[in-house]
Every structure is written in structure tokens, then in C-alpha cells.
């Protein structure tokens, strides 16, 4: 067990940038003393739920993948979440989830919103290869705004859950860290 763990760290902090990298970066200047700061690549109870959350949220509401990342990063400042895990909770929205992602934003966005759009004829779009003109009409209709209300819906929840079992799972790992460290000293 502690080699799996010792395996997973080592490949975490090896695809990681390294602070240097981050500092160079000519894109990240601007904001690199903020960025950078040691408290927001701490792993603390305030800063790992937040950044899950941020990072399931950012992930899904933005899903374009060079942007998500970023993204993730620079709202991870004003809230004090631990940037790298921030940033990494944005692969919940990946080339797998996506589509399921799209189909679940136009069902919640015609059933909760009451938009006439149908995940079905979005298929059927992809299926039969229809023209641009088309796809641009789909997008006029009430698709377009049915799509952003579902996605916008399901992110929010989707930070919402992610903060909450975060925060409950770190909850439990300290919870049960307290008690070896407990029973070790009965023993000894």
C-alpha cells in the first residue's frame, strides 16, 4: 500500500511544473507572485475542499481543455484553494465525460428550464454530418440557451457535491490518522 502511494506521489510531483517553470512562464508573470504563494499549494481542510469543488465547477462550465486548467488556477487566488489540486479537478470534464456532459446539460436545461431542446436531435446532427447552416439554426432555437442553463445547473452541483465530499473525506482520513496515532501510543 505505502508503495502504491509512494508511486502516485512521485508521478504527481514529476508532471507538475516546478515552481521555476511556473516563474518563467511569460504568460503567468502578471500573476505569478500570487500565484505562487506557499499557502496555495498547501493541502489543508479549508484548501482541498475548495479546490475540488472550484475545479469540478470550472471544469465542467468551461470545457475547453487548455482553458480549464488555467482557468481553474487564477479563481483558486481569491478563494485560497490549493492551486495544483484546483487545476487537476478539471479532468472531470475530459473527451469520455463530455458528450455525456453535453447530452445532461440539454435534458436539465429542457427539464428544469422549460427549453425546448432535444438531446436526441443533437445525435442525430452529429450522426448525419448536417451542414453548418444547420447546426447554426439548432443553436438560434432555444438549444443554445437550454444548454447553457443545464451546464451552468449541472456545474454548480457538481462543485457543490465535490466541496461537500471532499471536506467529508478528509474528514474521515484525519479522523482515522488520529486513531492509529492513538492506539500506537496504548502500546507503547
Known amino acids: 500500500m505505502a508503495r502504491s502511494k509512494t508511486w502516485a506521489v512521485d508521478t504527481i510531483r514529476r508532471l507538475m511544473p516546478s515552481r521555476e517553470e511556473l516563474e518563467g ?16 499549494w498547501r493541502f489543508t481542510r479549508r484548501s482541498v475542499p475548495r479546490a475540488i469543488g472550484l475545479g469540478l465547477f470550472v471544469g465542467i462550465l468551461v470545457m475547453i481543455p487548455v482553458v480549464q486548467p488555467v482557468s481553474a488556477a487564477l ?3 481569491p478563494f485560497r484553494a490549493n492551486v495544483p489540486l ?8 475530459n473527451p469520455v465525460t463530455t458528450p455525456l456532459l453535453v447530452i445532461a446539460a440539454l ?18 446532427m452529429v450522426r448525419e454530418g448536417l451542414p453548418l447552416s444547420e447546426w447554426s439554426r439548432w443553436l438560434l432555437s432555444d438549444a443554445a440557451p437550454a444548454f447553457l442553463l443545464g451546464l451552468t445547473t449541472i456545474s454548480v452541483i457538481a462543485g457543490i457535491v465535490g466541496y461537500v465530499a471532499a471536506a467529508l473525506a ?8 488520529w486513531r492509529a496515532r492513538g492506539h500506537g501510543r496504548r502500546r507503547g
Not at 484546483?86 to 470534464?93: E, M, R, V, Y
Not at 427539464?111 to 438531446?119: L, N
Open 107 to 124: 435534458w436539465v436545461g429542457s427539464a428544469v428550464f422549460g427549453m425546448h431542446a432535444q438531446p436526441g436531435e443533437l445525435l442525430m
Open 75 to 77: 479563481i483558486a487566488i
Open 170 to 177: 478528509w474528514r474521515v482520513w484525519i479522523g482515522r490518522k
Open 86 to 93: 484546483c487545476a487537476g479537478a478539471t479532468l472531470a470534464s
Open 25 to 40: 512562464n511569460r504568460w503567468l508573470r502578471p500573476v505569478a507572485h500570487l500565484l505562487l504563494r506557499p499557502a496555495l
